[in-house]
């Protein structure tokens, strides 16, 4: 069996834990909103232009937000197979393999075989890439696209065959589609560009075409998801400018931000320490030919995006995903030179001391993913109080009747009970905000208790179970009527 294949059934196998269970767990707030997306192309027409969260309340729920290619995907699957999360995470999961395979062609093609195998290995491997390889959310499919982008455009590039310009195009506009901050593609575009043309580049037609064929579908999309938010109010926030996502720039100025996207989150969680440790290594290993640095550009590429998006990049880890894929090239770098796959017993007498050093390095990297990757699935229980929420609002509501829940703003509990609503924290439902809801249209309200738990809210919930007709009171959650 050849070796890359090895690695990629190590990705299937690394992948397949809970593929079967409902959205629930670690990052289930974007997860459900994906999945509620999916759901509603599905029972409401299958059309891409208008994709609709269940958060909306009494609006059409049309959202601003990236395009949803994902999630059409697992829409069109629903009308073959039926409805279950279990095929969002299938494609997830796929998309996921595709990467891997992708990241070694590309290696392969730019420096060689053994870095391009471990490259692919450590990629398979590292924590964050495993769970969100089966998450119902369109990462993967983000990072599919771009891989094969800077690929097709390689191929391109060496072999001027217009099917590869294709390809290229194709996967470079998707990848920004799905995810804007893609755009970052552009700069290893440019320098593969670069490095074959030179300062004829700025003068290259092929090249301007390229660009504006890649850039006119998202500036299409962006302006037509604004407009949904224009008309319906309702947004995943990707134009906040110094807010919760991008633009706030004074983050860069506190060491804290630092510590927290680089050791915290890419040294810890992405790559594990002894993985981190060999990055930097990797870092220093010589470039052998100039297009080898198409990686060092892409990292460049990806630190810019992350500099930018600043306060998204500390709140949630997977931003930082894109940056994976070079760093899974600089530890292959190490990996491929003193550990090679088809020179062990010449590598162990060549470089002692490093080699078990490597060996040892490999060994923290996959308990250390392991352990991560078991925690984060530790919070999929089929015996989630969210999925009892879900059940018991399926069981005592009709499908149009608006639903409050009590949480910390997380959409998973209208997603598992299939009905749209309102998201509210603890801190949010006085009377005021209730009959707010009430004039809107809600008949319902439900949440997990533990939620005012942590918001030190009690009082809150003992008033609610005393003046609205309770129908579900259990340890864990509650589901009263919103009539006295």
Excluded at 63 to 82: K, N, Q, R, T
Aim: charged share 20%; with cysteine; glycine share 6%.
């Amino acid at each position: 069996m050849k070796k890359i294949y090895l690695i990629l059934l190590i990705t299937v196998t690394a992948r397949i834990f809970h593929v079967t269970y409902p959205v629930m767990g670690w990052h289930s707030w974007r997860q459900s909103d994906t999945a509620s997306i999916a759901k509603n192309f599905y029972e409401n027409g299958y059309n891409i232009l208008y994709p609709q969260v269940n958060w909306g309340a009494n609006t059409t729920g049309y959202v601003e937000s990236e395009f949803h290619i994902y999630p059409f995907i697992v829409s069109l699957i629903y009308a073959v197979v039926g409805v279950n999360d279990m095929w969002g995470r299938l494609v997830s999961l796929i998309f996921s393999v595709l990467t891997v395979y992708g990241l070694y062609l590309l290696v392969r093609k730019i420096i060689n075989e053994q870095t391009a195998l471990w490259s692919a290995f450590i990629y398979a491997v590292i924590p964050l890439n495993i769970y969100y390889g089966r998450a119902f959310m369109p990462e993967s499919t983000m990072l599919m696209c771009s891989v094969y982008a800077v690929y097709f455009f390689s191929e391109w590039l060496d072999k001027e065959n217009t099917k590869y310009f294709i390809y290229s195009f194709l996967f470079t506009t998707g990848a920004i589609l799905v995810k804007l901050p893609s755009l970052y593609i552009g700069l290893p575009l440019l320098f593969l560009a670069f490095q074959k043309n030179r300062f004829a580049v700025f003068w290259n037609i092929k090249l301007y075409l390229f660009m504006i064929l890649v850039l006119v579908p998202p500036a299409l999309w962006y302006y037509h998801a604004h407009q949904l938010f224009i008309n319906n109010g309702v947004s995943f926030g990707i134009w906040t400018y110094g807010e919760s996502k991008w633009g706030m720039f004074s983050l860069l100025a506190m060491p804290s931000w630092y510590n927290d996207i680089f050791f915290k989150s890419f040294g810890e969680r992405h790559l594990t320490y002894p993985g981190f440790i060999l990055f930097i290594w990797g870092l220093f290993i010589k470039r052998t030919v100039e297009r080898e640095r198409l990686f060092d550009i892409w990292l460049i590429a990806v630190l810019i995006y992350i500099f930018i998006a600043a306060q998204g990049n500390r709140v949630h880890e997977y931003y930082q995903l894109p940056i994976d894929l070079p760093a899974a090239v600089f530890i292959g770098k190490v990996l491929g030179k003193y550990l090679p796959m088809d020179k062990l017993n010449e590598a162990f007498k060549a470089y002692k001391l490093k080699t078990y050093f490597l060996s040892v390095c490999l060994i923290l990297i996959c308990i250390l993913s392991y352990l991560r990757v078991a925690r984060f699935l530790n919070g999929e229980s089929m015996d989630s109080p969210v999925l009892k929420i879900g059940n018991g609002i399926k069981n005592l509501t009709s499908k149009d009747e608006l639903i409050i829940t009590v949480s910390d703003g997380n959409p998973l509990y209208l997603y598992q009970s299939g009905r749209r609503g309102f998201t509210l924290r603890p801190e949010q439902l006085d009377d005021k905000s209730i009959e707010d809801k009430k004039l809107s249209g809600a008949k319902w309200l439900t949440g997990e208790k533990e939620s005012f738990v942590r918001a030190n809210a009690t009082s809150r919930l003992d008033d609610i179970l005393k003046h609205y007709k309770i129908y579900m009171n259990e340890r864990d959650y509650f589901i009263v009527k919103l009539e006295n």
